[in-house]
């Protein structure tokens, strides 16, 4: 729970979990009050906040975090309490500042440790040409057969895509490819490759039953059913794996010229050839990863780290959340610089990045849904002070140091 005595305990997802419930409906009527109650206390705040000076805004950050604090416990034990009560002071290092953003979802960023939270029905005006050049991906992918015939998913009507001998190739209504193998012969091998183009991801059923989320600008490769002793699959990009469990045959995951073996388990493989580092991580069960003669064990909560270039792993604890928030529809990042985040920006909304002098050195942290337009992520990470863009249509600069216009 979290608590203004043990700031170090107060991590922010708690929050990030309440804003959740409440834009998507299913917030109690004491979390929708205090969401409100949270939103409007700053609302009025802010409109001053870059008049205080840096103690004073220390001091009001440090009483608001305190009072966020006090109020989810309040609420966690349902009791029914003033939120003006006394409150134990939070470490001046922590800064919340709030903003309305989104009235989509709760579009909350901690960027540069600075706090950015919405509330629905606020948003800053953007034109109608730049929604459109950076409207947010959707669930886009092309399907080739063995046959080489290409056929476009997201154009596609649900129900019977493909009959490879007795396996049925379906589109099901909830954008999943799923292949459904059927007793009896007939069932002739055929490789299937599923590629998602920049800005779009999809989920897919194999014939085993392991489920598969892939990430945008990825592919696999893979056969419409399984047969012999194991089971092996070829990726490109990001993807998450829910592995079937069969013991009798192991499940391998090829990546370039490494590969991930498993029995029956959850993790994360990403692999994008313009990233510094293969990331595998482990989320439930165990799995092994190989590069030439170099294996490494995981463990649940673990991640092997290949560096290009690289023969031998290392391995480290990350955030689980920033791992596996693409597939939950969200960015979290992490302790990250400004050239990370933009890579994952110009794949999910397919735009091209180029930095115009040097790149900001300051790293970020954020939590956001990834159906924003991307017009409202650049303005988030314009109050940092530490960056702003210029949008040319389908391009991004990003230019190091605030906004000339903030300051006028």
Same mark, same amino acid.
Request: net charge neutral; aromatic share 8%; no cysteine.
């Given at each position: 729970?979290?608590?203004?005595?043990?700031?170090?305990?107060?991590?922010?997802?708690?929050?990030?979990?309440?804003?959740?419930?409440?834009?998507?409906?299913?917030?109690?009527?004491?979390?929708?009050?205090?969401?409100?109650?949270?939103?409007?206390?700053?609302?009025?705040?802010?409109?001053?906040?870059?008049?205080?000076?840096?103690?004073?805004?220390?001091?009001?950050?440090?009483?608001?975090?305190?009072?966020?604090?006090?109020?989810?416990?309040?609420?966690?034990?349902?009791?029914?309490?003033?939120?003006?009560?006394?409150?134990?002071?939070?470490?001046?290092?922590?800064?919340?500042?709030?903003?309305?953003?989104?009235?989509?979802?709760?579009?909350?960023?901690?960027?540069?440790?600075?706090?950015?939270?919405?509330?629905?029905?606020?948003?800053?005006?953007?034109?109608?040409?730049?929604?459109?050049?950076?409207?947010?991906?959707?669930?886009?992918?092309?399907?080739?057969?063995?046959?080489?015939?290409?056929?476009?998913?997201?154009?596609?009507?649900?129900?019977?895509?493909?009959?490879?001998?007795?396996?049925?190739?379906?589109?099901?209504? &909830?954008?999943?490819?799923?292949?459904?193998?059927?007793?009896?012969?007939?069932?002739?091998?055929?490789?299937?490759?599923?590629?998602?183009? *920049?800005?779009?991801?999809?989920?897919?059923?194999?014939?085993?039953?392991?489920?598969?989320?892939?990430?945008?600008?990825?592919?696999?490769?893979?056969?419409?059913?399984?047969?012999?002793?194991?089971?092996?699959?070829?990726?490109?990009?990001?993807?998450?794996?829910?592995?079937?469990?069969?013991?009798?045959?192991?499940?391998?995951?090829?990546?370039?010229? /490494?590969?991930?073996?498993?029995?029956?388990?959850?993790?994360?493989?990403?692999?994008?050839?313009?990233?510094?580092?293969?990331?595998?991580?482990?989320?439930?069960?165990?799995?092994?990863?190989?590069?030439?003669?170099?294996?490494?064990?995981?463990?649940?909560?673990?991640?092997?780290?290949?560096?290009?270039?690289?023969?031998?792993?290392?391995?480290?604890?990350?955030? /689980?959340?920033?791992?596996?928030?693409?597939?939950?529809?969200?960015?979290?990042?992490?302790?990250?610089?400004?050239?990370?985040? /933009?890579?994952?920006?110009?794949?999910?909304?397919?735009?091209?990045?180029?930095?115009?002098? &040097?790149?900001?050195?300051?790293?970020?942290?954020?939590?956001?849904? *990834?159906?924003?337009?991307?017009?409202?992520?650049?303005?988030?990470?314009?109050?940092?002070?530490?960056?702003?863009?210029?949008?040319?249509?389908?391009?991004?600069?990003?230019?190091?140091?605030?906004?000339?216009?903030?300051?006028?």
């Amino acid at each position: 729970m979290l608590s203004p005595d043990h700031p170090e305990d107060n991590h922010p997802e708690k929050l990030f979990a309440l804003l959740k419930k409440y834009n998507e409906g299913n917030a109690s009527k004491e979390e929708k009050a205090f969401v409100e109650l949270y939103y409007d206390y700053f609302k009025t705040a802010k409109d001053d906040y870059e008049q205080l000076s840096e103690d004073e805004k220390q001091d009001m950050e440090a009483t608001l975090w305190g009072k966020v604090g006090l109020r989810i416990e309040e609420i966690q034990h349902a009791e029914q309490q003033a939120l003006t009560e006394p409150v134990a002071r939070m470490p001046a290092k922590r800064k919340l500042l709030f903003r309305a953003l989104s009235a989509a979802a709760a579009l909350i960023l901690l960027l540069g440790s600075v706090y950015l939270f919405s509330r629905p029905g606020k948003k800053p005006a953007t034109s109608p040409a730049l929604t459109r050049s950076l409207a947010p991906g959707g669930n886009k992918a092309v399907l080739t057969l063995g046959d080489g015939t290409k056929i476009t998913l997201d154009s596609t009507i649900n129900g019977l895509v493909s009959q490879q001998g007795n396996v049925r190739v379906v589109k099901t209504a &909830t954008d999943e490819l799923s292949y459904q193998a059927a007793a009896g012969s007939g069932n002739t091998v055929s490789y299937n490759t599923m590629e998602t183009p *920049r800005g779009g991801q999809y989920r897919l059923s194999l014939p085993d039953g392991t489920k598969v989320w892939l990430n945008s600008a990825s592919s696999i490769r893979y056969p419409n059913i399984f047969t012999g002793d194991h089971r092996s699959v070829e990726i490109t990009g990001e993807a998450y794996f829910e592995v079937a469990k069969d013991s009798r045959r192991p499940f391998t995951v090829i990546t370039g010229n /490494m590969q991930v073996q498993v029995l029956g388990t959850a993790f994360n493989l990403m692999a994008y050839t313009d990233e510094e580092e293969v990331l595998t991580t482990l989320v439930t069960g165990a799995i092994e990863v190989k590069k030439d003669q170099t294996t490494q064990l995981l463990k649940p909560g673990q991640q092997a780290i290949l560096a290009n270039g690289s023969s031998s792993f290392r391995t480290k604890e990350p955030d /689980m959340g920033s791992v596996l928030a693409w597939k939950d529809g969200y960015f979290k990042f992490d302790n990250g610089g400004i050239a990370t985040i /933009m890579r994952q920006l110009a794949r999910w909304y397919d735009v091209e990045i180029v930095y115009e002098g &040097t790149p900001p050195a300051e790293q970020f942290y954020g939590f956001l849904p *990834r159906q924003e337009n991307a017009a409202e992520i650049l303005n988030a990470l314009e109050l940092t002070n530490n960056v702003h863009f210029r949008v040319e249509g389908k391009r991004i600069v990003v230019i190091a140091g605030p906004k000339k216009e903030r300051h006028k």
